[in-house]
């Protein structure tokens, strides 16, 4: 089946401007995850979705930052206000649970100018 | 805080030779360990994983060690081949504290033919 996709591959967008990055898990997968990458960094969380659970967003960097999930499937990370701090690639992981492998997307790559 | 740290950037092997990639880890509940492979423009993928319950794993010609009294990890990567040449990142996770997944800052390798 198909592996974890992302759109867009890039985006480039001005500073004060609202981006929505989506992510489709492989299907069937419980959990789900965005990471972000700034350059010369670790993979930094952001939110994780499990279930029907309440989402994890201890990682959101600040409340321009938000994500959601329709329907136990599809997630849009949404940052609003983009500052040029925002810039970096933005990866989404899904899984069959928690603490199991975590499969990634390409990323979107994001450019605040 | 980093909570988990990879302090070499990058390493340079000849082909044949053995590779080891090292990881540091400071939160001691930390139960569970993975390293990813990640190649450009595209997502990590997963490498291999172990449990605090054992201090090795080993898949062909990856195995991973844990050392948790010094909380130290390593990949050792036996004959290393050119295909290697890639970012490999190190992740821990605490099944008590919750479900993120902490991650270096990753390591360059390349395998010189």
């Known amino acids: 089946g198909a592996g974890v996709s992302q759109s867009p591959s890039n985006k480039v967008t001005e500073k004060g401007k609202d981006v929505e990055l989506r992510c489709d898990p492989i299907?069937?997968?419980?959990?789900l995850y965005w990471y972000r990458q700034s350059l010369g960094q670790g993979l930094e969380f952001l939110i994780y979705?499990?279930?029907?659970?309440?989402?994890?967003k201890s990682g959101l960097p600040s409340d321009r930052f938000s994500a959601e999930r329709t329907g136990g499937s599809v997630s849009t990370l949404t940052i609003q206000r983009t500052q040029q701090e925002d810039s970096a690639v933005y990866l989404c992981a899904s899984s069959p649970g928690p603490y199991n492998e975590q499969f990634f997307g390409p990323g979107t790559r994001l450019t605040v100018l | 805080d980093q909570q988990v740290k990879q302090n070499s950037p990058s390493l340079s092997v000849q082909e044949g030779r053995i590779s080891i990639l090292n990881c540091d880890y400071t939160?001691?509940?930390?139960?569970?360990f993975l390293w990813y492979k990640k190649y450009p423009a595209e997502g990590p993928t997963f490498l291999i994983s172990?449990?605090?319950?054992?201090d090795k794993n080993e898949d062909g010609r990856f195995t991973v060690f844990l050392n948790k009294s010094a909380k130290h990890l390593s990949l050792h990567i036996v004959p290393s081949q050119p295909g290697d040449s890639a970012v490999y990142f190190c992740?821990?996770?605490?099944?008590?504290?919750?479900?993120?997944?902490?991650f270096g800052t990753g390591t360059s390798l390349t395998v010189i033919p």
């Open positions: 299907s069937g997968h419980t959990a």
């Open positions: 939160n001691s509940m930390f139960d569970y």
């Open positions: 172990i449990s605090s319950i054992k």
């Open positions: 992740a821990a996770s605490a099944r008590d504290t919750g479900n993120q997944f902490y």
């Open positions: 979705f499990q279930g029907n659970s309440a989402p994890d």
